[in-house]
């Protein structure tokens, strides 16, 4: 098993350019999250997924959306990149239930000039 | 609602001495807790986790941890620090019931000094 893979793992992007970043699970599990994470400040949930084709947001999804249109898969969009979205974003994966372990992937590496 | 405070942001200790990492959380229902380690440029690990019954829990690489409720205190330890220890370290809660919510603590880096 991969487990948790994601793509890009470094991206440059100028201010107002958009991008996706991708995130893939071969695990089954139900939900997926993507945070960010920052110096100081731990991590942060910017959103989440319960299940295919559902999605809510976390506590900072402004500048974000998101889509889960297979089980497997959970995407990250920047529509305008600011500045202020320069972190490094971690994608999550876990079975259903708040006892379960998070498996997160490598992370994305993303600076916006 | 629930958070989680990690005294700390950095700790050094010499190779082979104690290593105790802190945390303490605040939750309106038993929490489930969690231990997760970073190396540089990776994503988190799972070392160890609370969920019910023995509280003092044991995890990877020699830490353990102990879930104490009436000081709300969930501390990392390990008896004798190894270069490879090297990391950082957060401290994680999650609610009984529904979607898993996590809250993240801000992290401790440790150093360990030969």
């Known amino acids: 098993n991969a487990g948790v893979t994601q793509t890009p793992k470094f991206r440059v992007l100028k201010t107002g350019q958009s991008m996706t970043l991708l995130c893939a699970q071969d695990?089954?599990?139900?939900?997926m999250y993507w945070y960010r994470q920052d110096p100081g400040m731990g991590l942060r949930l910017i959103h989440y997924?319960?299940?295919?084709?559902?999605?809510a947001k976390g506590e900072v999804p402004d500048g974000y959306n998101v889509s889960r249109l297979k089980k497997q898969n959970f995407l990250l969009g920047l529509e305008s990149a600011a500045p202020s979205q320069t972190s490094v974003y971690f994608c999550?994966?876990?079975?259903?239930?708040?006892?379960?372990?998070?498996?997160f992937g490598p992370g994305t590496r993303l600076t916006v000039l | 609602a629930q958070s989680v405070t990690q005294l700390g942001s950095h700790v050094s200790v010499s190779e082979g001495a104690l290593v105790l990492l802190r945390c303490n959380y605040s939750s309106s229902v038993p929490p489930y807790l969690f231990w997760y380690v970073q190396y540089p440029n990776q994503g988190l690990q799972l070392l160890l986790k609370?969920?019910?019954?023995?509280?003092l829990v044991k995890g990877i690489n020699g830490f353990e941890a102990e879930f104490k409720k009436s000081e709300t205190s969930f501390h990392l330890t390990k008896p004798s620090a190894h270069m490879s220890d090297a990391a950082e370290y957060f401290c994680?809660?999650?609610?009984?019931?529904?979607?898993?919510?996590?809250?993240f603590g801000t992290g401790t880096k440790l150093q360990v000094i030969p």
């Open positions: 994680a809660v999650s609610l009984s019931g529904g979607y898993q919510k996590v809250t």
């Open positions: 609370y969920t019910t019954g023995a509280t």
């Open positions: 695990m089954n599990h139900e939900y």
């Open positions: 999550a994966s876990t079975p259903a239930g708040a006892r379960n372990t998070q498996y």
């Open positions: 997924s319960v299940g295919e084709g559902t999605t």
